[in-house]
Nanobody
Framework: QVQLVESGGGLVQAGGSLRLSCAAS????????MAWYRQAPGKQRELVAD???????NYADSLKGRFTISRDNAKNTVYLQMNSLKPEDTAVYYC?????????????WGQGTQVTVSS
């Protein structure tokens, strides 16, 4: 089995910063893609950013310039640096990964970490 464990969420004032981490563990051969999603109360889950094992990144248009995704392949960890946070960034942030196991690709989700931005 594969586990994604997120950390780094919390309460921050508007204009502040947070850095989320997500570490993958378990049996797998590679992780071609990792991503962050978020879900605010009463809203659908949406993509924040994703990154390939080669470092190619993709962001939600509305978040470009404030959020930065990165990964450490040696640690099987993906990060999300969030700057200039706004109250509307309040959500549960989920890590997601495409993982190759035994020649097959599986998709996994983390349990989520709460980010709350106060005004």
């Amino acid at each position: 089995q594969v586990q994604l464990v997120e950390s780094g969420g919390g309460l921050v004032q508007a204009g502040g910063s947070l850095r989320l981490s997500c570490a993958a563990s378990g049996r797998f051969s590679s992780i071609p893609g990792m991503a962050w999603y978020r879900q605010a109360p009463g809203k659908q889950r949406e993509l924040v950013a994703d990154i390939t094992s080669g470092g190619t990144t993709n962001y939600a248009d509305s978040l470009k310039g404030r959020f930065t995704i990165s990964r450490d392949n040696a640690k099987n960890t993906v990060y999300l640096q969030m700057n200039s946070l706004k109250p509307e960034d309040t959500a549960v942030y989920y890590c997601n990964a495409d993982v190759f196991r035994y020649g097959l690709k599986f998709n996994y989700w983390g349990q989520g970490t709460q980010v709350t931005v106060s005004s």
